[in-house]
C-alpha cells in the first residue's frame, strides 16, 4: 500500500524513455522508433500512452509553446514492478510543419496517463529541415543576392493551423543594397497546394507578393496576388527576384 502511494506521487513510478530515429525529418514525413517503459515500485495501471508534437513561437517578447499534434500510440496496459516493455511507435509528421531552429526547437514529449498519480513524460527535440522545393526557393533568394538573417515563428491572431507564420527574413546585397531595406518570406505548405508570400520593405514601404499553385499542376493553377497566371512558379519567383528596379 506505502508503494503504490508513493508511486501517485511520482516516487518509484513507471519511468518513460522515446528513442527516435537519429536523423533530419521532412514535414510530412513519418518518424518511428520505439517507447520504453519501466516500470516503478508497485503495479500501475496506464490508461493511455501518448505523444505531443510541440512547436514553439514568439508572442509578445516570450517563446511560446504550442501543441501541434497529438499521437496515440497505446492505452491500458497494467505495468508490474521493475518490468521493462518495448513499444514500437511510427507517427507521420503533419506537412504544415515549420522547420526547427535553435531558438524555435520542435520536440516531441511523451506521456503516461496513470489515474491518480503524476503522469511521467519525456521529451526529445527533432530535426525538422524544409521540403525540397522550399530549400530550393530559399536558395534562389540568395542566389539573387540577398542574406538570410534571422528565422522567427511570428505570433498571427487567428492563422490556422497553427497560431504562427515562420518568417525568413533577408538583408539585400550586392545589387539591392541601398534600394531595399530587408525581405521577408513565408510558407504555406499543405498536401495539396503549396504559396509562397514575399514583403519586400523599402524606405518604409511593404510591397507585397503571393504566389500559389497546385503541387499536381503548377502552371495550369499559378495565382500572383489572387490572379491566374500561366507559367512555371519557380521561374515567376525568379523574374520577381532578378527585377532591375528592385
Given at each position: 500500500m506505502m508503494k503504490k502511494w508513493l508511486a501517485s506521487l511520482g516516487f518509484g513510478s513507471a519511468k518513460v524513455d522515446t528513442?527516435?530515429?537519429?536523423?533530419?525529418?521532412?514535414?510530412?514525413?513519418?518518424?518511428?522508433?520505439?517507447?520504453?517503459?519501466?516500470?516503478?515500485?508497485?503495479?500501475q495501471q496506464i490508461e493511455d500512452i501518448y505523444l505531443e508534437l510541440i512547436a514553439e513561437y514568439l508572442k509578445d517578447g516570450k517563446n511560446?509553446?504550442?501543441i501541434c499534434a497529438k499521437y496515440y500510440i497505446a492505452r491500458k496496459i497494467l505495468i508490474s514492478p521493475h518490468e521493462e516493455k518495448t513499444l514500437p511507435l511510427s507517427i507521420k509528421l503533419p506537412m504544415e510543419l515549420p522547420m526547427s531552429t535553435g531558438r524555435f526547437p520542435i520536440y516531441l514529449r511523451t506521456g503516461l496517463d496513470i489515474k491518480m498519480a503524476l503522469?511521467?513524460?519525456?521529451?526529445?527535440?527533432?530535426?525538422?529541415?524544409?521540403k525540397p522545393l522550399v530549400q530550393k526557393i530559399l536558395k534562389d533568394i540568395e542566389d539573387a543576392g540577398f542574406v538570410l538573417y534571422s528565422i522567427v515563428n511570428r505570433y498571427v491572431s487567428g492563422r490556422q493551423p497553427y497560431p504562427f507564420v515562420q518568417v525568413f527574413e533577408f538583408r539585400p546585397t550586392g545589387r539591392y543594397h541601398g534600394v531595399l531595406d530587408q525581405l521577408h518570406v513565408f510558407f504555406d505548405y499543405t498536401e495539396e497546394e503549396m504559396a509562397v508570400h514575399f514583403e519586400i520593405y523599402r524606405s518604409g514601404d511593404i510591397i507585397s507578393y503571393?504566389?500559389?499553385?497546385?503541387?499536381?499542376?503548377?502552371?495550369?493553377?499559378?495565382?500572383?496576388?489572387?490572379?491566374?497566371?500561366?507559367?512555371?512558379?519557380?521561374?515567376?519567383?525568379?523574374?520577381?527576384?532578378?527585377?532591375?528596379?528592385?
Open positions: 528513442r527516435l530515429e537519429d536523423r533530419p525529418f521532412f514535414p510530412g514525413e513519418q518518424v518511428k522508433g520505439e517507447i520504453v517503459i519501466r516500470g516503478g515500485d508497485a503495479d511560446v509553446r504550442h503522469d511521467p513524460q519525456d521529451q526529445d527535440r527533432i530535426d525538422v529541415i524544409p503571393s504566389f500559389c499553385w497546385k503541387h499536381q499542376k503548377p502552371s495550369e493553377t499559378l495565382r500572383i496576388n489572387d490572379q491566374p497566371c500561366q507559367g512555371d512558379p519557380l521561374l515567376k519567383i525568379q523574374e520577381l527576384l532578378h527585377r532591375k528596379n528592385g
